[in-house]
C-alpha cells in the first residue's frame, strides 16, 4: 500500500509516518518509483505498536527506538531485549531521599530480594527506584505503606506468573520472535493495564466509602 | 528556619524553592523582616512531598499543584481528592484504535466492572485507558493477555484492600487530613512502588529462563 493508504488504515497522519521513516523506528518501504515507496502489513504492525508504545504507554520517541531495534536484534538474547523495555518504562529518577532514609530502605529492599529469591542486576533503574520510593514514604511518615511491602510483593507475582503463562502456554507453537514481541508488549502495556485496573478499583472502593453525596 | 537552611536540610536548591513557591506549590514563610522569611517544619514536609510527587511519580507540576490544592482543601469530600491524584497519575491519551476494537474493549471493560461491582464515573480517565489498552491488545494480537484480565483485576484488589487496611487500621486515629494525605501519597507512589516490584519480579524470572549467559 502507499503511504496515504497507509495513514489511512491506521489512523496516524502522513507526517507523523514520515517522522517515524526518518528516525528509523520504522523500516523504509519498497521503492516502486524513485519517488514512491509500498508499505506491507508488517509495516501496518510495526506502526500500531509504536501508537501503544508512544500514545498509551507514554514511552519517549528514543526509547521507543531502543525497544524495537531489540527487538529486531538477531544477537540480543530475550533477557537483554526485555532489560529495554524495562529502562523505556523506568524513567531514570533523581536522588531526593537523605543518605539515612536511603540506607535504611536499601536494607530493607535487600532483604525483600533475599527473601523472595529474586536475583536483579545491582544496576536495574527499577532497583534504584524502588529504594527511592520507600525511602521517600518513611520520610513523609507513611511506614504503613511500608510496611505491606511484602504483601505487594505477593501481589505483583501474580501478575508475573500470569504473564510468563501467558506467553509459554499460547496453544500455537511461538516463533523465538514472537515470544519476544509478546514478551516486551506485556511488560510495557502491561504496565499500563495494571495502573488502570488498580485506579478503577480504588476509586469504585473510595465512592462507597467516603463520597458521602453519593450512596 | 532560613531558605537556605531549608535548602540545606531537604536537599532542594534554593532556585526551585523558589519556583515552588512563586508557583504557589509551597505557602509562603512568615516574614521575619522585609526580605526574609521563616520557614517551618510543615514547610520542609511539603517540600518532600512535593519532590516525590515530581522526581518518583513523575506527577507534571501543574497536577501535583492541583493535588496538593486537594490536600488542603476544607470543602472537597476525600472521594473528589482522590479524584485528583488519580488525574494526576493517569496522562490523557489519544485514541489511537480502530472503532471495531474500541467496541469491542469497551464492552469487555463493561462485562468486568459488572461482574466486579466496581462502579465507576464513565468519565475516569482510567477508563479510557484501560479500554484503549485493552484494544490495542488486540490489535498488536496479544489477545492472550487480555485472557487474563480477570486474573489480573483479582489481583488489583488485593493492591485495594492492603491500601484500605494501611488507612484504616492505622493505631493512631489519624485526622480526616492525616487520611487524605495518606490516601493520596499512597495513590501516586503506591503506582512506582508497584511497576518497581513489578519489574524486579519479572527480571528475576526473565534472567532464569531467558538468559543463556548466566546460569
Known amino acids: 500500500m502507499k503511504i496515504a493508504e497507509l495513514s489511512r488504515v491506521s489512523g496516524v497522519p502522513v507526517p507523523t509516518i514520515k517522522y517515524y521513516l526518518r528516525e528509523n523506528l520504522l523500516p523504509p518501504g519498497e521503492l516502486t518509483s524513485p519517488n514512491q515507496a509500498s508499505y506491507s502489513e508488517t509495516h501496518l504492525r510495526r506502526l500500531r505498536l509504536i501508537r501503544a508504545l508512544v500514545d498509551l504507554a507514554q514511552v519517549p520517541v528514543a526509547r521507543v527506538k531502543e525497544v524495537l531495534e531489540g527487538l529486531d536484534s538477531d544477537t540480543m538474547t530475550l533477557h537483554d531485549k526485555i532489560g529495554r523495555a524495562h529502562r523505556a518504562i523506568t524513567p531514570q529518577r533523581q536522588l531526593t531521599s537523605t543518605s539515612d532514609a536511603r540506607e535504611a530502605a536499601t536494607t530493607q529492599v535487600e532483604e525483600l530480594l533475599r527473601s523472595r ?13 524502588l529504594i527511592e520510593t520507600i525511602a521517600a514514604l518513611r520520610t513523609l511518615q507513611q511506614d504503613h505503606l511500608v510496611s505491606f ?5 505477593t501481589a505483583v507475582e501474580k501478575f508475573t506468573d500470569l504473564e510468563v503463562s501467558a506467553v509459554t502456554s499460547s496453544p500455537a507453537a511461538p516463533t523465538p520472535d514472537q515470544i519476544a514481541e509478546s514478551v516486551i508488549i506485556g511488560t510495557i502495556l502491561g504496565e499500563t493495564l ?8 480504588q ?13
Chains 1, 2 share one sequence.
Open 203 to 215: 476509586e469504585s472502593i473510595s465512592a462507597k466509602r467516603w463520597n458521602p453525596s453519593t450512596d
Open 149 to 153: 511491602l511484602d504483601s505487594y510483593a
Open 194 to 201: 495494571i495502573a488502570s485496573l488498580r485506579l478503577l478499583s
Open 117 to 129: 529469591g529474586w536475583s536483579v542486576d545491582p544496576d536495574a533503574p527499577a532497583l534504584n527506584t
